[in-house]
């Protein structure tokens, strides 16, 4: 099997969770990454101060698209003041392979989406 | 149809020491020649061979050592203007394509277009060829427009006959050969035409000079930008041409020593051309590299690399067709179009299949390719594209075609 391409990584690019739009939200960001020009948005419903509900939408590499649908299972239910202070470690961590330098912007797209949604930081995690 | 494979048209492959490398076990096909090329022996042996006998600063030096590097430079510059058609004084080293171009949107552009003008481009434009003419519109309170690019990927000069007679176009930018479609634009009769009502043409030969004949006295652009590294060349130097009169009128892009006759602290006078437009010390060891770049390309012949260029892309043309779910983009037609070829896989996305390739030591591109107008154009977020150069042969499409292949496995497709 593939190291990168693993079976549950490409279930999850085929098949992502958690896409689409949702109607109406709370929070919303959109941000694509410039050098390859992957697109990712965000659509947050909030409840007492938690991610009730949320739909990613874009388009771009199997990495940037499955982090973004096995991010968004972790996503649901956690306080949003919690949000900003999720690592890129914790992302890489939660896809379980190994991601190269080049390829490390388009695993943390769905992070910064997420990130600037929260806050409007549009900066990269670290 | 399948074209006969016949023994590569040119075969000079030993010249160019990186393509000895492998990886993993497997030899290197580089095919991503249209971001840069690799440089053969004698360029490298050209630079190695300045900085080891013969540097020295150029122009005013009055020892040996000097006199020899300004011969060398100089000497180079004179050999690159005669490959292409143009004369020693108006081939202007700058540091690449995008500097040659904002050379002209600056120092013609800032003095000749104004409120109510307009810049005429084209959608299959790379950045370089766009955002200069954006920064100069934006100043100046002109109009930028686009001519748009057909399905098979080729302009219309009806659709630029009827914007050149709306009587507003100061100059018109256009691509000699598209870095993703690999359209070849009929240059010559654009200029022809831009030149009929009075606008000025400016021509992009990033993707032209590096592998078919190109002849600027036939030409007819008033301004002709390219790059010396996708030309077998070294990085940092590029190469305005430009009609006289246009560079005696234009004011100086870039301050500094060796674009002056003289400075005073009231004022400066300009040096002659072409040193006006070479501010600070010249790419010394790039011009003499690019000049053994253009030897090296004049022995071969360009009539041959072109219709090596041709075979190797037709055969690609042909191949990558036979992979399931794949959309190649740009003319159909071999005759249309340089040595470039992108496209899209169902299911895949061409980062994905440019990671996948490089497992197989296959070096493709993948993105927008500086070209994001022109991905939107074509309803594509990005393509992923292979180029070859004169190193390329054949059995390097085998190879691109079956790591594509090998892809769609990885994915189950």
Known sequence: MDALYRDYILDHYKNPRNFGTLEPHDLDWHDHNPLCGDEL?????????????????????????????IVSEELIGKRVDELPELSADWLIDLLGIDISPTRRKCALLSLKVMRGASTGDASWPE | MTTAATEPLVDVRADFPILGRELEGRRLVYLDSAATSQKPEQVIQAIDSHYRRTNANVHRGVYALAREATELFEGARERI?????????????????TEAINLVAYSWGRGNVGAGDEVLITQMEHHSNIVP????????????????????????LDEL?????????????????????????????????????????????????????????????????????KALGPTGVGVLH?????????????????????????????????????AGTSPVAEGIGLGAAIDYLDAIGMERIRAHERDVTAYALERVAEVEGLRAFGPPDPERRGGVVSFAIDGIHPHDLAELCDRQAV?????????????????????ARASFHVYNAREDVDRLVDALRGAREVFAL
Not at chain 2, 251 to 275: A, K, Y
């Open chain 2, 133 to 156: 003419w954006q920064l100069l519109c934006e100043q100046t309170g002109a109009t930028l427009r686009y001519l748009s690019v057909s399905e098979t990927g080729e302009l219309s």
């Open chain 2, 242 to 278: 430009a009609r006289r009169e246009l560079l005696e009128e234009m004011p100086p892009f870039l301050g500094g020593g060796d674009m002056i006759s003289s400075v005073s602290f009231e004022g400066s006078s300009w040096n002659e051309l072409p040193f006006k437009f070479e």
């Open chain 1, 41 to 69: 948005g965000v659509h947050v419903h909030v409840e007492d101060g938690r991610v009730a509900d949320l739909r990613f939408h874009g388009q771009g590499c199997a990495i940037s698209q499955a982090a973004a649908s």
């Open chain 2, 81 to 97: 203007a005669r490959f292409v058609g143009d004369s020693y004084e108006t081939t202007i080293f700058t540091k690449n394509a």
């Open chain 2, 161 to 229: 006959d009827a914007v050149l007679g709306e009587g507003r176009v100061k100059l018109v930018g256009v691509a000699h050969v598209s870095n993703v479609l690999g359209t070849i634009n009929p240059v010559a009769e654009i200029a022809a035409r831009a030149r009929a009502v009075g606008a000025l043409t400016l021509v992009d030969g990033s993707q032209a000079v590096p592998q078919m004949p190109v002849d600027l006295s036939e030409l007819g652009a008033d301004f002709y930008a390219w790059t010396g590294h």
């Open chain 2, 363 to 383: 070096c493709i591109r993948a993105g927008h390719h500086c070209a994001q107008p022109l991905m939107r154009r074509m309803d594509v977020p990005a393509t």
